[in-house]
């Protein structure tokens, strides 16, 4: 039996590398918090956030931080990485509960609605 070692274990892939995480969809982060606790079970293809967080950072977004796009008929809100990642998103009813309790708090971080970004 082969004896391990770091030196071989650094040869090897790490398995998040070699899988195409742009297939996996995100979940709406919304815990619930504010509606008895239920987690939100909506979902989004990451490649369509990413293309929608991508248009962003070509028109020239170089800061992390959120992002409203389209998808489907609905406005979602991301959050984007300075370094092109993104962290999370929120579904149409989520992202349009948190821009109110934003606004009715003064504390929007949002670009404004003329901006969406639109994905397909």
């Given at each position: 039996m082969p004896v391990s070692s770091?030196?071989?274990d650094m040869d090897r892939p790490n398995?998040?590398?070699s899988t195409n995480t742009t297939e996996f969809p995100l979940r709406c982060v919304?815990?619930?918090y504010l509606s008895?606790?239920?987690s939100c079970d909506q979902s989004i293809p990451m490649r369509a956030v990413a293309a929608?967080?991508?248009r962003e950072r070509e028109l020239g977004r170089r800061q992390a931080g959120f992002f409203h796009f389209a998808w489907r008929g609905g406005v979602w809100?991301?959050?984007g990485l300075k370094d092109g990642r993104i962290r999370g998103v929120y579904c149409p009813r989520h992202s349009s509960q948190r821009d109110q309790r934003s606004f009715a708090t003064g504390t929007s971080e949002i670009?404004?609605?003329a901006e969406i970004a639109l994905s397909a």
């Open positions: 770091e030196k071989n398995r998040a590398d919304s815990n619930g008895g606790g239920c929608a967080w991508g809100l991301g959050y670009a404004p609605s």
